[in-house]
């Protein structure tokens, strides 16, 4: 059976990372990324220095532009404040669920 799904929970740089190398590799199914953020990952350093002493335009801080995601194909991004793992199913805050085929944890520290 191919992989259909793929979810990936932690939406910064290495949940990037990761949908971004399922393609390069030749995965063509959806990959979802449920992140506690509501906009694309961004460049953590340059957000709490830079952008913020206006050093860096803000298109400067994503990691990738609107276009490259784009080009992704149903990779979609989902705010989700938490996340549990049970079997092949992903339970989520607001108690709703979605199914997978294989699953990531990429989740980075929290914000202070």
């Known amino acids: 059976m191919a ?51 206006a050093e860096v335009e803000l298109p400067k801080v994503f990691l990738h532009d609107e276009a490259e995601y784009s080009k992704q194909k149903s990779t979609s991004w989902c705010c989700a404040s938490a996340a549990r793992r049970d079997g092949f199913l992903v339970c989520l805050a607001w ?9 990531a944890t990429v989740r980075g520290s929290a914000r202070r």
Do not use: C, M, W
């Open 3 to 53: 992989v259909k799904r793929v979810v990936i929970v932690g939406g910064g740089g290495a949940g990037d990372a990761a949908a971004f190398a399922l393609r390069k590799k030749g995965f063509d199914g959806e990959v979802v990324i449920f992140s506690a953020d509501q906009n694309r990952p961004y460049d953590r350093p340059y957000l709490s220095k830079e952008f913020l002493r």
């Open 95 to 103: 108690r709703t669920s979605t199914r997978f085929a294989r699953f």
